[in-house]
């Protein structure tokens, strides 16, 4: 059992002997299923090919329908039991613990769920900008949740009222564990915990923070540079050049706003992106205002992250979750049962879609031909300040349906290109690509799809250095 630092910072010596009440209760109980378990694992590592013995390889092939059935079937039988295995946990906290103390701490825990859920839509100091690791920060953030509680508490009370129980739900809602423990008061307690207790307490985040401190020693400098100064460069280099917005740029701006705590100005520029840009130039912008209202707890921005995942498929998986959860925590249940039809859709479409993203030996490739103009826009745009890194630039059709293709972009670097340049050429192509028009673009590593041959394909060489 493996307890955070800044949760144990939180909870009462009684309190956590609660918690510890309820994580027993599943390790008494899970003891007897250990061999299905390790049979269940054993079958998915087979199938993954992350066993290697020789005879499994062979027999694979030979039980794969057993196999199948038997994991799904297992999958089946955990998610039903799973509610009814919470249930029997937090019992343990009843009989051999106190309901109330055992309920003051799953509205803490709940708390913090809830606080996490809020954070990036409102602005913070960036956590980097010390040169060195701080280690006050665990320290720091046991307080801003213990104020955040303060300030949050009559709002977040009445979120666990309304919140919906998930049909993938592993555990049921926190009004569903209090009324099964008999409190129907949603409130913290404070009793008093040992001085060895609260002594320990203190030396489990001071230990953690030194951990963190120690590891962190050698690549801390590296995440700064990304965190902090690259941002910070980023941003003062787009005011500089007067804010201006540029539908294949602006995404990275509001990123490094982010990562710097400067969440209202992410959100400001979101907004005039929104206005001045046609719809596909926006897809980001509407992603991430919708984003921002919706861990406001703020349900008009459903219909932006909506807007976004129906103009660019890219967002379908992460805009659907947000949207999910969202209707969930906060009782929306209207908007849940259209939520619901919507993803059975969007899911199916894109099955298609994700086609677009693969090229192999076996895809339907043939010569493409743009509308006029728009080839050259685009090498204009990936070449610019990168010329000398790129060898090769290979554009071919990829034909997935009889109504739905893909133009695909294949990028040959030359060989002495570092894997930051890599990356940095590949980011700017694909900005471009899914900034400059509703076409389907796909893009793609030339180091990643070489065996396909595509310099085979008639005309596919579309920039040679």
């Not at 960036?126 to 801003?144: A, G, H, P, R, W």
């Not at 673009?441 to 799809?449: N, R």
Request: charged share 30%; hydrophobic share 35%.
């Amino acid at each position: 059992i493996q307890l955070g630092a800044l949760l144990l910072n939180v909870l009462s010596e009684d309190e956590l002997y609660c918690v510890l009440l309820h994580e027993f209760s599943h390790i008494k109980d899970e003891a007897n299923r250990e061999k299905i378990n390790d049979y269940y694992q054993y079958i998915c590592d087979v199938h993954n090919n992350s066993i290697t013995n020789t005879y499994s390889s062979i027999t694979r092939h030979l039980f794969t329908f057993i196999d199948v059935y038997f994991n799904v079937n297992y999958k089946l039988y955990l998610y039903a039991v799973s509610l009814v295995r919470e249930r029997a946990a937090d019992d343990a906290m009843s009989i051999y613990g106190n309901n109330e103390i055992a309920a003051s701490s799953l509205v803490k825990i709940k708390y913090y769920e809830l606080y996490d859920w809020e954070k990036g839509s409102y602005d913070t100091p960036c956590n980097m900008l010390s040169e060195e690791y701080d280690t006050n920060s665990l320290n720091n953030e046991v307080i801003k949740f213990k104020k955040a509680i303060q300030l949050n508490a009559e709002k977040w009370n009445e979120l666990i009222n309304k919140e919906i129980l998930s049909r993938s739900a592993t555990h049921p809602t926190l009004k569903m564990r209090l009324e099964s423990l008999g409190v129907n008061e949603l409130r913290i307690l404070y009793p008093e915990s040992s001085k060895a207790y609260v002594s320990d307490c203190k030396k489990a985040i001071e230990y953690v923070s030194s951990l963190i401190s120690r590891q962190s020693k050698e690549s801390y400098e590296e995440y700064r540079k990304y965190y902090y100064t690259e941002s910070k460069e980023l941003v003062e280099k787009w005011e500089n050049n007067g804010r201006h917005i540029i539908a294949e740029e602006y995404s990275d701006v509001c990123d490094a706003l982010r990562r710097l705590g400067r969440n209202t100005e992410a959100l400001e520029l979101c907004e005039n992106a929104i206005k001045i840009l046609d719809d596909v130039g926006s897809c980001y912008a509407h992603f991430m205002k919708g984003c921002f209202l919706l861990h406001s707890f703020d349900e008009a921005g459903i219909d932006y992250i909506y807007k976004a995942i129906e103009t660019n498929h890219n967002y379908i998986d992460e805009g659907l979750e947000v949207i999910g959860r969202f209707c969930c925590l906060t009782g929306q249940e209207d908007q849940l049962e259209i939520y619901r039809e919507r993803a059975i859709a969007l899911t199916e479409d894109n099955k298609i879609q994700s086609e677009a993203s693969i090229l192999n030996k076996k895809d339907k490739l043939s010569t493409e031909s743009l509308p006029e103009g728009m080839l050259e826009d685009i090498l204009e745009h990936i070449i610019f300040e990168c010329s000398d890194n790129i060898e090769k630039i290979y554009l071919v059709r990829k034909t997935i349906t009889d109504n739905f293709f893909t133009s695909a972009f294949v990028i040959k670097m030359t060989p002495d290109t570092d894997d930051d340049t890599r990356y940095k050429i590949l980011h700017k192509a694909f900005n471009y690509l899914d900034t400059c028009s509703d076409w389907q673009f796909s893009l793609f590593d030339y180091e990643d799809v070489k065996n396909v041959k595509i310099e085979g394909i008639a005309g596919s060489c579309v920039y040679p250095k």
